[in-house]
């Protein structure tokens, strides 16, 4: 099972991209699904997570009312869209499973399954 990470590139301040997650493996209908980000010289660090169900989604403070976490488990694929993007946004975003359905996940270390990471870059 692979996750790939998509839609990330070149946007000025103030831009919207929309990023997407899918699975070579129907594995995300059963996992809660993040999103994390790392800027350069930085530690990795959450940016959202969605439930399994989709009924219930979590968002860095830093990010909040500017992004929006989705999924369609049809589609096997996760979203994040970015919106009013600022220059402190850029970073290389992952995808990310969580195995543990019985609690959310805030931290890298509670993920099992990451993606290979889309750069995005705002620039000023």
């Known amino acids: 099972v692979q996750l790939q990470a998509s839609g990330g590139g070149l946007v000025q301040t103030g831009g919207s991209l929309r990023l997407s997650c899918a699975a070579s493996?129907?594995?995300?209908?059963?996992?809660?699904m993040g999103w994390f980000r790392q800027a350069p010289g930085k530690e990795r660090e959450f940016v959202a997570v969605?439930?399994?169900?989709?009924?219930?989604?979590y968002y860095a403070y830093s990010v909040k009312g500017r992004f929006t976490i989705s999924r369609d488990n049809a589609k096997n694929t996760v979203y994040l869209q970015m919106n009013s993007l600022k220059p402190e946004d850029t970073a290389v975003y992952y995808c990310?499973?969580?195995?543990?359905?019985?609690?959310?996940?805030?931290?890298?270390?509670?993920?099992?399954?990451w993606g290979q990471g889309t750069l995005v870059t705002v620039s000023s």
């Open positions: 969605i439930t399994r169900s989709g009924n219930n989604t």
């Open positions: 493996g129907r594995t995300i209908p059963a996992y809660h």
């Open positions: 990310a499973r969580d195995p543990n359905p019985l609690r959310v996940g805030f931290r890298a270390r509670e993920y099992d399954l």
